[in-house]
């Protein structure tokens, strides 16, 4: 099969325009999406010191390696775990790919941080909940003590259409009214933005082998079970059938999200009596769930 532009060999066929393209204007096309995407939406501009969340997977190490192609002003943040056999596993690939890019990399250490590493600590939270708890608070701690004027991640369109598609199945509908691209920033809390979020995991995969991008592919042992992964697959059978459903379903939610405004838990915000960040009771969850009597430092040494 040859490309729709050129008469190269087809490095990937298209899912949704369904069209062959070699790898030189795949390339092409995937950038171009993603600019298109952090226009659209108004990301970020050039002069703002952006912090990547990067975790050695492939979303985050194409997402760091593009916005440096671009020539954004970008460092990385890589958040050790501490999950035996996987976490520093993970470490590992994220200084090669900051190498690659030529970018500053810091890192926080769960377990020399705050004693013990995530699925160890006693609690009866879920251990994915709580991790989510705090991964947030540590990127926006981090980001916030060092200026950084914006925090990138790595979400895919799979990971939006997955995340809106379970939270209308099971009707928690005051997380979908913050969900989307950009989420502003506000007092201590630092904008957060997701520049791939208009493209597929396929493309990813495709486009991190395209330009030579080595990441890891053991997933999380946590990650086990997680019904995300099941909504991922039920969505892509859909896609199947259906291309272009994925692209329709998440732009057709951003025209809708106003409906769900009105779900907003507006209580006061308070700033948590430990650490000084937003919270909603005395302490945030964070201090809560680590038992802590004083701030993380987390400002660059
Ligand atoms: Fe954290 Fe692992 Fe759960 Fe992801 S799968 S939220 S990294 S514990
Ligand atoms: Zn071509
Ligand atoms: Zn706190």
Not at 90 to 100: A, I, L, P, R
Not at 197 to 225: F, H, L, M, N, Q
């Amino acid at each position: 099969m040859k490309c729709k532009f050129c008469e190269k060999e087809a490095y990937i066929k298209l899912y949704h325009p369904k069209i062959p393209l070699c790898r030189e204007h795949f390339i092409e096309y995937f950038e171009r999406k993603v600019r298109r995407t952090i226009e659209r939406y108004k990301l970020f501009k050039k002069d703002e010191r952006i912090l990547v969340a990067i975790s050695g997977g492939k979303d985050s190490a194409v997402v760091s390696y593009i916005l440096k192609k671009f020539n954004y002003d970008i460092q990385c943040l890589y958040i050790n775990l501490g999950v035996r056999g996987y976490s520093d596993k993970c470490e590992e690939y994220v200084k090669k790919q900051c190498k690659m890019i030529d970018t500053p990399l810091h890192i926080v250490k769960i377990r020399e941080l705050l004693g013990s590493g995530i699925g160890e600590l006693r609690t009866t939270r879920p251990t994915c909940s709580y991790c989510g708890t705090t991964k947030r608070y540590i990127s926006n701690k981090f980001a916030y003590d060092n200026n950084f004027d914006v925090v990138v991640t790595g979400h895919n369109i799979d990971d939006e259409a997955s995340f809106i598609f379970g939270n209308v199945l099971n009707w928690n509908t005051q997380y979908l009214a913050k969900q989307g691209p950009i989420l502003p920033g506000e007092g201590k809390f630092v904008k957060k933005v997701k520049p791939l979020y208009e493209v597929t995991e396929r493309e990813i995969v495709a486009y991190a082998s395209a330009v030579g991008i080595d990441y890891v592919t053991d997933k999380c042992p946590y990650s086990k079970g997680a019904i995300t992964l099941r909504y991922k697959e039920i969505i892509n059978q859909l896609e199947k059938i259906r291309p272009g459903t994925k692209i329709k379903f998440v732009r057709g939610f951003l025209k809708k999200r106003h409906l769900f405004e009105g779900e907003i838990e507006k209580g006061k915000i308070n700033e948590c009596k430990v650490c000084g960040m937003p919270s909603g009771g005395k302490v945030c969850s964070f201090c809560r769930i680590w038992d802590l009597r004083e701030a993380v430092d987390l400002s660059i040494k």
